[in-house]
Every structure is written in C-alpha cells, then in structure tokens.
C-alpha cells in the first residue's frame, strides 16, 4: 500500500551493531517504581513521552496536577497543531473532490498533531478510540476522516454514549459498515452487529470483574442474537449521507434521516421492550441502551486496560475500575474520570515495564523524548495542497515501515487484539524500525524552492547537545539514557557510556541514540 524508503545506513551505525548484538538486558517490571520512574511510566502510557526538563515539572508540580490539566483540555493551547486549522478556501472549493490532496496528507496531519500537542492525554485515548472503532479510509475521502477524526478526538475524554454516537452518526462510518441508504424493509445488518460485538457490549455476557457469565452447563453466554440483530437494524434505517454540491469541501456531506424507511416505537431486542423514536434520534436512543448495559462496562474497562496497562489485568483491577465507569455513565466527561481512577490504581504503578510499545509510540516517543523537529511550511512555488502534504509526510512513510498506518488498520480489530500487542513485533517491523530510527538521525529539512520531495522529520542532535550543555561523555550519556530508557539497567548504561566515551563528536552521538531507540529496553512501555 505504500512505497518504503531504504535506510542511508551510515558509517556510525556499522561501528555499533556489535554493541547492540551483544547487549543483554534484564527487563524485570519494577512494583515500586522511583518517583521519576512513575512519571515517566505516567507519560509512556498516557502520552506520546515528554522530555526530560518536562518530566521534571511533572514531578514537581505533582500526578494530580498534570491530570486535572490534561482532562481539561480545552483549556490548553492548541495552536502549534494544523488539525485545529483546518483546510479551507481553496482556489476552487467546488470543484474540490479531495481538499486534503490525498489520504496520506491527512494521515500526516494527525502524526503531526500527536508530536506537537499540548493536549496529550487527548491525543493518547484518540489513537485508543481511532484502534476501538477501525475504519480504514482506502474507501473514504480525506475529508470526511478528517471530520470524522475530530468527532473521535473531541469526544475522546467525555461521554462513552455520546462518543459512539458522534462516530455511528459521522458519514465515514456510515459509509464503512454501510448504514448509509439502509431501508427497514429489508436492512443491511453490519453496522448493528459491529456496534454490539466490537463497539459497546461484546459477543458475550460479563460479570463486573471482566469474566464470561456461565449458564448451567458452564458455557458462555451470548449477548444477543439474530432475533436482537434485525429489529435493531430496522430502527437504526432511515439514515443517508448526502453530498451538498457547492457548500464547503471540508463540509460537503452530510447525514439526513427518512423516517420512511425506518421502524421505531415500541421494539423488543437484547431481552426487554425499548421505546425507539422515529426520527433521527434513533441511533443516540439505541446507543444509549447499549451504554447502560451490564456488559458494556467490563468489556470497555476490560479493553482499556490492555491497551494502557497491562495485557493481563486482574478481576479486582477490571472491577474496581469498572465500578467508576459505571458510576460516571452519564457523566459529560466520563472517560477522563476512568482515566483518572485507572492512574490512581496501585495496578498502574504495578504495570511499569509490562507491555510492549506500539511502532507509533516508538516513533513519536523518540522525538518527543529528543529534540524531535518538523518541518510544516510550505516550500516556495508550491501548490495549495503542499502545506498539508510537507507537514510530517514521511512519519507517515515511516509508519508504514513499521507497519501501523494508522488509518488503514488489516481488520476489524485494527493492528492487533487488546491483550495481543506483541503481534506487531515482527521482522519486518524491526526491520522498518532500525531504519526509520537511521533517517530520523540522518535527515535535514527540504531546502529546495520547489516542491520536491525532502525530510519534514528529524532528530535534532545539534540542538541535543546544546539542550545538555555538554560535550563530556557521561554526562551525554545520562542525559539519553533517562530521556529515553528511565536511567537504563546497568548492561545498558555499560554499552553506551563505553560506546560514547570521554568526548563524542556529533555522529558517535548519533550513533549512541541509534543503539538506545533499537534496545529492548526502549521497546517496552
């Protein structure tokens, strides 16, 4: 799906992979992490990474304090993101079929948004809500992902019920699981049995610690059925998207409700009459339900915390954080209260080192983590599309080196399973990963007028070594060593002070990076 970039394999990386090779680590998760650890392992886990002077202030200013800020996120300057400045005014809106250029401008746009903003809670339960919900956009203009992926981020920290809503209401939903058109009369049933199995209750019936309820003969028991799956299609009909010719491209669809071709009113499904309206309030009425059901609650709680925490949460842990989803469920900012109790939990701390990182995590985290840059305006002579497509393109190439495009997830289930994040480690991954890693270290922004192809993405070193204030070994080697692997076990700490020695030049420092960001140390979360 996507043209790779060879590697520039320069001198400093061949004088290194020994080291590398025989590095040997011990990655035993720490119960009792060191207050710079639990920021540390905070910020992995609910952000892209942070930088060491912000470390710092997390730890001075306190925990709490960083999460009362995040959860507001409102509040927060979000002016370096170009996600908040959306693309209008083009020459030409109405003859304007893809006002993003393509699908890997927008693409760009979010890796873009994730590296620069300062709402990073936000940020991080988006890409959990954008893996939850799937959609691949090979099928879907930019726009409407783009609308559709600030539906998911603007709802990313409230509401559960009103979360699925936006998302079932946006036309890129209604276009992937075709409930766009939909009649009662004989009703395509996609979209009501993937909003059941994968976007609210789950397939089976679950107790409040996460475990299947058993039935006599002690086999699980199915949420719904075929008898639940039609009636609630036949309510959910009536929906269509709808192209305003000459309206704003970023805007031009639209989704509009016919109450001919839907059947509401009094509608048995899931074991008990609900009152459905006829009209376009149909999906939030049926959503709602959903939201409330006893299922819904450990299966969400459930995902999250293998996604955030651990691939193996206990029962005690699913309940407890079970009981504060259950209690916020029609709180406006549900989800950053289960946030906040999932951060405060001992579990959490607990979980310091326990899962892999996401190849999207490795990418970002290393440039947030360093002096990571981007190049976002456009070169001289260019069109009004070069904006979009110079602002992080190839961190979307990248990607899809390490094989996470976010936007065009293999399946359903996106790039893995909750509890099954290991599946993305593969060689050809590693394979990417060694290689992104080199051009991040190698590459220097476009200085041509033209519009032609150049590096948008880069790690700084100059601006590293300037930021340590340094040109002694060990104190360079401290400093990437807690940016990057919380201070390192000791084989680590050995190879790269070794490798760095008294005083490196710019390329042995390249190098060391290079070694700590293709460790296993910096591979877990």
């Known amino acids: 799906m996507r043209d790779n970039r060879t590697a520039p394999w320069g001198g400093w990386i061949a ?3 020994l ?8 990655l035993t998760p720490s119960a009792h992490a060191a207050t710079r650890q639990e920021v540390q392992h905070l910020l992995r886990r609910f952000a892209f990474s942070a930088p060491p002077a912000t470390v710092t202030k997390v730890m001075s200013e306190g925990i709490a304090a960083w999460l009362a800020q995040q959860m507001d996120w409102q509040a927060i300057d979000d002016s370096k993101s170009m996600l908040n400045q959306p693309p209008t005014g083009y020459v030409n809106p109405n003859s304007c079929n893809y006002c993003l250029a393509n699908n890997n401008a927008f693409e760009a746009l979010v890796y873009q948004h994730n590296l620069l903003t300062g709402r990073q809670l936000q940020a991080k339960l988006e890409l959990h809500w954008l893996e939850h919900f799937s959609i691949n956009m090979s099928q879907i203009d ?3 992902m783009y609308n559709y992926d600030a539906a998911v981020r603007a709802n990313a920290l409230g509401n559960f019920a009103q979360l699925v809503t936006a998302v ?5 939903m209604m276009w992937w699981l075709t409930n766009d058109g939909n009649q009662a009369n004989g009703p395509n049933v996609n979209f009501t049995r993937e909003l ?3 976007f609210t209750i789950g397939e089976w019936k679950l107790n409040p610690d996460g475990s299947q309820v058993l039935d006599a003969h002690g086999q699980p028991i199915p949420n719904y059925g075929e008898a639940d799956i039609k009636p609630m299609a036949k309510a959910m009909s009536g929906y269509n998207t709808v192209f305003l010719k000459g309206g704003d491209p970023m805007t031009n669809y639209i989704v509009t409700f016919d109450q001919q071709y839907q059947i509401g009113g009094n509608i048995r499904f899931l074991g008990a009459q609900h009152n459905v309206p006829s009209s376009s309030g149909a999906i939030a009425a049926i959503v709602n339900i959903l939201a409330h059901h006893p299922s819904t609650a450990p299966f969400q709680v459930t995902e999250l915390l293998k996604r955030f925490v651990t691939e193996t949460p206990s029962p005690k842990f699913i309940s ?6 259950t209690a916020n469920v029609d709180a406006p900012d549900q989800i950053a209260q289960v946030v906040k109790a999932i951060v405060n939990h001992p579990d959490f701390a607990a979980a310091y080192h326990a899962m892999p990182k996401q190849p999207v ?16 305006a456009a070169p001289k002579g260019c069109n009004q599309f070069q904006p979009y497509q110079q602002a992080g393109q190839s961190l979307e190439q990248y990607m899809s080196a390490l094989n996470q495009d976010i936007f065009f997830p293999p399946n359903v289930f996106s790039f893995f399973i909750p509890g099954h994040v290991e599946t993305m480690m593969t060689t050809s991954a590693y394979v990417g990963q060694t290689a992104t890693f080199s051009q991040l270290l190698e590459n220097s922004p476009p200085q041509s007028s033209t519009c032609s192809t150049g590096a948008d993405a880069w790690i700084d070193v100059p601006t590293l070594l300037t930021t340590i204030g340094s040109s002694n070994g060990l104190t360079i080697a401290n400093y990437l060593l807690d940016a990057l692997v919380d201070g390192g076990s000791p084989q680590m700490r050995n190879v790269v002070i070794g490798y760095l020695g008294n005083h490196p030049n710019n390329a042995t420092v390249q190098g060391a990076v290079w ?4 460790s296993p140390e910096y591979a877990v979360n």
Do not use: F, H, Y
């Open 196 to 198: 059941m199995q994968l």
């Open 19 to 26: 080291s590398l090779l025989t590095l040997t680590l011990t």
């Open 361 to 376: 995590e490795l990418v970002l985290g290393a440039m947030r983590q360093l002096p990571g840059k981007m190049q976002v």
């Open 142 to 144: 930019p726009p409407s």
């Open 168 to 172: 079932a209401l946006s036309p890129a």
């Open 15 to 17: 004088g290194i992979v």
């Open 515 to 518: 070694l700590i960001l293709n």
């Open 320 to 325: 407890d954080i079970v009981a504060v989803w």
